[in-house]
């Protein structure tokens, strides 16, 4: 069965500090992994996106890394600030034709000043 | 640039009472398009999503149905609204090609009393 996990549920972290979001998933066949940014109430903004064959992407403070065997990614934020308090989700996209999206149920940050 | 709307950005609506949601993309043509459920503190559901005007796929049997009248324009409606169908609705476009990556609207907040 498709599944994404993502841990932790929600972490709290003050301002200026680093912290590292797990998503770990079991899609197959693999096409891409996305992170997204959902702001309380608003849809959902993409943070990277990463194939097979890429083991990291950055996007500003946002890092995020994939081992392909493994089926394992992080999301690590640099230098928190308190806009960075949001939902983070993770989602697979699996290569099956059909467009299907796999979405982890989300890790909640609240960064405090 | 492409751009994707969604209105109303809330909506309260009595058990029992008809329900008409919008969504339309602008600035892309032919894309696909999605319609997906959040409930609080949960992952997306994905209710709806069609490959072109007329093509409706349904993920869930549900309460409610989805229509595309035109490239651009996606419908989400139902006869008869139940308590349950309170959360926060999603519309989503991507490519039909390269990653598929998806963007998502700004939401609908409904609330079924």
């Known amino acids: 069965k498709n599944q994404v996990e993502q841990s932790p549920q929600s972490l709290i972290i003050l301002e200026g500090k680093n912290c590292t979001l797990q998503?770990?998933?079991?899609?197959?066949?693999?096409?891409?992994l996305r992170w997204y940014k959902q702001d309380t109430g608003r849809g959902p903004v993409s943070l990277t996106i990463?194939?097979?064959?890429?083991n990291t992407k950055s996007n500003g403070r946002y890092t995020a890394t994939l081992d392909a065997d493994t089926k394992q990614s992080s999301l690590h934020i640099t230098a928190s600030q308190l806009s960075d308090s949001a939902s983070y989700i993770c989602v697979v996209s699996a290569s099956t034709g059909t467009y299907k999206y796999i979405f982890g149920t989300g890790t909640r940050l609240k960064v405090l000043a | 640039s492409q751009t994707i709307h969604q209105w109303p950005a809330t909506l309260v609506q009595p058990v029992g009472s008809p329900l008409s949601l919008e969504c339309t993309v602008e600035g892309t043509s032919n894309p696909n398009l999605y319609w997906y459920r959040q409930a609080a503190g949960r992952g997306l559901q994905l209710l709806f999503y069609?490959?072109?005007?007329?093509?409706i796929s349904s993920e869930v049997p549900q309460n409610l149905s989805a229509s595309r009248p035109q490239d651009r324009q996606f419908i989400l409606s139902s006869k008869k609204l139940l308590l349950s169908d309170s959360g926060f609705y999603l519309c989503?476009?991507?490519?039909?090609?390269?990653?598929?990556?998806?963007?998502f609207g700004p939401g609908t907040r409904l609330t079924v009393l």
């Open positions: 998503c770990n998933y079991t899609v197959s066949p693999f096409s891409n």
């Open positions: 990463m194939t097979f064959s890429e």
């Open positions: 989503a476009w991507s490519t039909k090609r390269g990653y598929n990556e998806q963007f």
């Open positions: 069609s490959v072109g005007i007329g093509q």
